[in-house]
Structure formats: C-alpha cells, structure tokens
C-alpha cells in the first residue's frame, strides 16, 4: 500500500519536472530556429542594400570614388512583402549562387539554373497537402505548358520573392480574389511580360470579358481561374487553365444553387466548416451575396422551422394526452 503511495507521488512529482524539460527543449528549438531566421535575414541586408531600392551604390575601384546608380526596375526586391512570403526565412543565397556575393556579380552567373519547386517540395512529407506532385501534372496540361512548355514555370506565377499562401490563411474572400487575380494580370495586362513568351498580341481582357455584366464587379468577387482552370478535386486551387473556347460563360453556373464555386472559390472554407458544424452555403452568406447560390440556405431554415413547429406541436400533444390519462 505505501510502496504504492510513494510510486504514486514519485510519479506525480517527475510530471512538473518532464514538462519543464519538454518546455525548455522547445523553447530552445524555437530560440535557434529564430536566430537562425535573424541571421538570414541580416545576411540578406547585404543585398538588400543594393536590391532593396531603386538605387545602389559601390565604390569604383579604379578611381577610388563612390558612385550612385539606378538598380533596374526588375531586380528590385520589395523588402516588406519578401519578409510576409513563404520562403522569408531563406538567405538569398540559398535559392542563388553564393559568388553572388561579390560585386560586379561574375558574368556567368546569369547563365545559373534555378531551382524548381518540387526540387525542394517534391515527395517531402511535410508539404504533402499541398500535394506538389498533383499540381504539378494539372500545370503540365494546362495551356500555358502545353504552349509554351520550358519557358513557362511555376515562378512566373508564383514570384520568388513574394508569393505568400493565400487560401489557407483567414484572408477575406475579396483579398484572395485580389491577390490571385493580381497574379494572372501580370501578364494578361501587360504586354511586355505577355510577349516574353509569344509574339501574339495581348488580347484586351475588359474587352474580351464585355459579355458580362457588372464586370469590375465580377473582377472583385471572382478569381480568373472560376471560369478558366478546370477543377479537381484533390487540389484546393485548380491549376489546369484551359483554352478559352472551354472557358465557364454560363450565368446559371455560379448563380445557382449548386454553384461551381463551392468547388473552387469557397472550397477553403467550405472545408472549415464542414469539419466544424453543419454545412449550407452559408459560406457564401458570410462574404457576399451571390444570387441563386443562396437560395436553399433559406428554403432548408424554412424547412427547419416548420419541422421544427410540427415536431413541437406533436410533441405538446403527445405530453397533454400523457398528462390526462395519469389522473
Ligand atoms: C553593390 C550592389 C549589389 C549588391 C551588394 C548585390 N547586388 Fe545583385 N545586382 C546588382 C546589380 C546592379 C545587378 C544588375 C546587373 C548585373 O546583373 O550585374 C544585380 C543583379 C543581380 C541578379 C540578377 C542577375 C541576372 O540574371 O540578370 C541576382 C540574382 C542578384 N543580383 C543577386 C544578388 C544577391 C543574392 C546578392 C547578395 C548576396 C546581391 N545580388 C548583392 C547589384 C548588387
Ligand atoms: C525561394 C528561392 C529564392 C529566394 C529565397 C530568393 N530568390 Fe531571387 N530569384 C529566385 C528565382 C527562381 C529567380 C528567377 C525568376 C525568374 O526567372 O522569373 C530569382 C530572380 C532574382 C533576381 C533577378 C530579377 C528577376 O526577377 O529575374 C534578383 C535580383 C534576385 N532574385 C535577388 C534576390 C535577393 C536579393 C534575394 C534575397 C532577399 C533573393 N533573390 C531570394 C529565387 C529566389
Ligand atoms: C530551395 C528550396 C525551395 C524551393 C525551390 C521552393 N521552396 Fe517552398 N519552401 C521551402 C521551405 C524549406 C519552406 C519552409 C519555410 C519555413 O518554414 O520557414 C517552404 C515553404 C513553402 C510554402 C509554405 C508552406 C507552409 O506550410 O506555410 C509554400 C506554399 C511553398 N513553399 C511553395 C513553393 C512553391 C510554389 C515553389 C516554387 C514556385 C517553392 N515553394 C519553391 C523550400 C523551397
Ligand atoms: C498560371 C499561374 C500559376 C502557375 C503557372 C502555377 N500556379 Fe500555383 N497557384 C496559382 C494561384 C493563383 C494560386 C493560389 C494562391 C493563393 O491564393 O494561395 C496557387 C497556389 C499554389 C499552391 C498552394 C495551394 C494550396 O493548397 O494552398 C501551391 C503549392 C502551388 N500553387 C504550386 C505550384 C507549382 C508547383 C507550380 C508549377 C508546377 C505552380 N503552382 C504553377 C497560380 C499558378
Ligand atoms: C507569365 C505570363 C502569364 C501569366 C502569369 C498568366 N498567363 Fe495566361 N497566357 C499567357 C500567354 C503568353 C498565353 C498565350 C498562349 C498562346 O496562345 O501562345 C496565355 C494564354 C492564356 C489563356 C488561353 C487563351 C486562348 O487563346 O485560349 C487563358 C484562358 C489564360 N492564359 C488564362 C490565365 C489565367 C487564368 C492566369 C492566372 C491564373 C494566367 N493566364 C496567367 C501568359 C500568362
Ligand atoms: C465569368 C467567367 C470569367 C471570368 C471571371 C474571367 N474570364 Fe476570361 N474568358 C471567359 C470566357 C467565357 C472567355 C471566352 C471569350 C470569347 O471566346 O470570346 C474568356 C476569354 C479569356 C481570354 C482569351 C481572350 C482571347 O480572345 O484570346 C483570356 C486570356 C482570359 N479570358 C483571361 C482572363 C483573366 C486574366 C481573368 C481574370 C482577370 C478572366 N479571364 C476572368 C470567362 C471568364
Ligand atoms: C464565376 C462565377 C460567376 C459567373 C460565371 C457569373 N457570375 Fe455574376 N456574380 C458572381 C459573384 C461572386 C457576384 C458577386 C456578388 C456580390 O457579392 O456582390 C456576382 C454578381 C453579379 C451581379 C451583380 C449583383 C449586384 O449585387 O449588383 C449580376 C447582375 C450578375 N452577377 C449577373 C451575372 C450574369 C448575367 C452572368 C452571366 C453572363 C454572370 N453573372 C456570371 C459570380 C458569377
């Protein structure tokens, strides 16, 4: 009985001191892994010092004086969003090459390959559901590959130094769609970043998109990829963008109950809350009103209340007739 007792308290009192250890080890994981982060992004300075504005300075060797120049528009790093991106923990050179160091950067340089995306992410457990390799093969049958195979990779999209999860994280519905579309007008609204690849001349996107109404609203409220990327279901964000001749142009096909958004769109949160409680598109309610899409959200609360009365009354009954027969 007393041996048991002394287990019992011995067990008890190492408890405090395993949690303080387990503590202790994490914290100091945590510690090293942000200074670890402080470091890079010290080192980075480095860089950012010269890619961080639109002007740089070095000293010119030659002639011992200091000389002030413009940095190209195209090499300039926004420090701010780089530091909100995924990749904000990395050294600039862990993506480029360390002779980037020295300036002038070395000619041969500019001939480096760069990592694609799956060379890190691909096969790694730990990004497994983002499902790398899936998007990956939806990529390589879309138009933009299929056109244009080698020349277009995943960074055209999804800027290096600035691509940040979106859908994931609790942004409104409106700053996604902004943020997405943003991506898709880099180069449909630009003709110098579209004739990087083709000497085709842009099409005007508000002009080809004059069939729908509202339009600049529509630009706000939907993503290019609604009507454009066939979705699947595996994937939150559908990456295989289609011909236009295979484009959505049917209203009925988000103004409806069974909108095509809840596929795309509000797959996101439409998982949240799945996995919380019930599911309606009440989604859709909380962000905006899309016509149609909402219809059953108030039809199935009718429905529940009148469910609801008629399981009242019945039950009201039931009891009264209870109550009689008792006396
Ligand atoms: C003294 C200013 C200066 C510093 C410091 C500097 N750069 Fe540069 N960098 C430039 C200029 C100017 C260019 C454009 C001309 C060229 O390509 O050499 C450039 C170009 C580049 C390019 C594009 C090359 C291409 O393909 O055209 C990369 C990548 C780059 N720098 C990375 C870095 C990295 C990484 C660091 C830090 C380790 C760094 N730079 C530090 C001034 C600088
Ligand atoms: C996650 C990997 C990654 C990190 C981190 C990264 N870069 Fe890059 N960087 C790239 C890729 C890929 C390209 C080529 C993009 C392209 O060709 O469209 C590039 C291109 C550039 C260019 C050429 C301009 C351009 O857009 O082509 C410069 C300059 C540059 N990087 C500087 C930096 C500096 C400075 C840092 C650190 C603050 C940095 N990079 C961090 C991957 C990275
Ligand atoms: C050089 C290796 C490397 C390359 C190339 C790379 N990544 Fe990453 N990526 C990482 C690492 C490591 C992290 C985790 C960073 C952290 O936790 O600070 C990460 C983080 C991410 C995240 C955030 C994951 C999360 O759970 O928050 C996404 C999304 C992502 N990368 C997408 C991409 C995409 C898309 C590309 C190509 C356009 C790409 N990465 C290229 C190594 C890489
Ligand atoms: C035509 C543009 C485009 C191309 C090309 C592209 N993506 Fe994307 N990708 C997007 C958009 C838009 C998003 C949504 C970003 C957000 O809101 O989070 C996205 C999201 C992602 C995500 C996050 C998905 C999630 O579940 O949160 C990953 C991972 C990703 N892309 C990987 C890739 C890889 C790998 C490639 C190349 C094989 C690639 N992308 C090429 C446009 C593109
Ligand atoms: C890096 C530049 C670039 C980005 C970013 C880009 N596109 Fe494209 N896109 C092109 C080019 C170039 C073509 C022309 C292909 C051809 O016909 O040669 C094209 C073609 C298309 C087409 C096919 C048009 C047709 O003729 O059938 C559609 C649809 C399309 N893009 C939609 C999108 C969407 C949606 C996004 C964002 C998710 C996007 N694009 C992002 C460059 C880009
Ligand atoms: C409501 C659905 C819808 C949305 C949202 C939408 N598109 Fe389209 N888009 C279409 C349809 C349908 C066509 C085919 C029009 C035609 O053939 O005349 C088209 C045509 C195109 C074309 C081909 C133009 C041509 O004739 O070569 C491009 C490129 C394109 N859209 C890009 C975009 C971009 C970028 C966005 C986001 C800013 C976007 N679309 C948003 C439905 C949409
Ligand atoms: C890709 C999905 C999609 C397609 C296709 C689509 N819509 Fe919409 N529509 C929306 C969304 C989302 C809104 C935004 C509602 C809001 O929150 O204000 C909207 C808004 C509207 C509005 C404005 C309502 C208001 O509050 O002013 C009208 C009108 C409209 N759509 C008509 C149409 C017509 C007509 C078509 C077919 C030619 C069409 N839509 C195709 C998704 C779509």
């Known amino acids: 009985m007393i041996s048991h007792f002394t287990q019992f308290t011995r067990k008890f009192s190492a408890f405090p001191v395993l949690a303080m250890v387990v503590v202790l080890f994490l ?3 945590l510690n090293a892994q942000s200074k670890k982060a402080a470091e ?38 926004n420090r701010s969003q780089f530091a909100e991106s995924n990749h904000k923990n990395f050294k600039c050179t ?21 990592y694609a995306c799956n060379d ?14 899936e998007i990956e093969s939806e990529f390589q ?14 960074w055209m999209c999804h800027n290096p130094h600035t691509y940040k999860i979106n859908v994931r994280s609790d942004e409104k519905i409106k700053d996604i769609v902004a943020y997405d579309n943003a991506i898709c007008l880099n180069c449909h609204a630009d003709i110098t970043e579209y004739q990087m690849l083709t ?15 509202n339009q600049a609203l529509h630009f706000k409220n939907v993503r290019c990829i609604e009507c454009h990327a066939r979705t699947n279901d595996s994937i939150l964000v559908a990456h295989n963008v289609q011909p236009k001749a295979k484009a959505v ?5 988000c103004h409806s109950t069974n ?10 949160k439409v998982q949240e809350v799945r996995s919380k409680a019930g599911f309606y598109n009440g989604v859709i309610m909380n962000e905006g009103y899309v016509i149609g899409a909402n219809r059953n959200y108030y039809l199935g609360l009718l429905s529940l209340i009148m469910f609801g009365c008629v399981a009242g009354g019945i039950l009201i009954h039931a009891s009264l007739r209870i109550l009689k027969r008792k006396k």
């Open 40 to 77: 890079n992004a010290a080192f980075n300075e480095k860089c950012l010092k010269c890619h961080g504005q639109s002007k740089y300075k070095y000293t010119n060797p030659e002639s011992g004086t200091e000389v002030t120049k413009k940095m190209y528009m195209e090499t300039i790093i």
């Open 120 to 133: 890190c992410h691909g096969g790694d457990e730990a990004y497994a559901k983002f499902k790398f390799e």
């Open 27 to 29: 914290s100091l994981q």
């Open 199 to 213: 000497d085709k001349v842009n099409p005007n996107i508000v002009q080809k998109h004059d069939w729908l109404p």
């Open 249 to 253: 142009r049917r209203c009925v096909e």
């Open 141 to 154: 049958a879309s138009v933009h590959a299929t056109k244009h195979s080698e020349d277009f990779n995943c």
């Open 259 to 268: 909108s095509i958004l809840m596929a795309s769109l509000y797959k996101y």
């Open 94 to 114: 862990d993506c480029h090459s360390a002779d980037y160091d020295t300036f002038p950067h070395p000619g041969h340089l500019r001939m480096e390959a760069m």
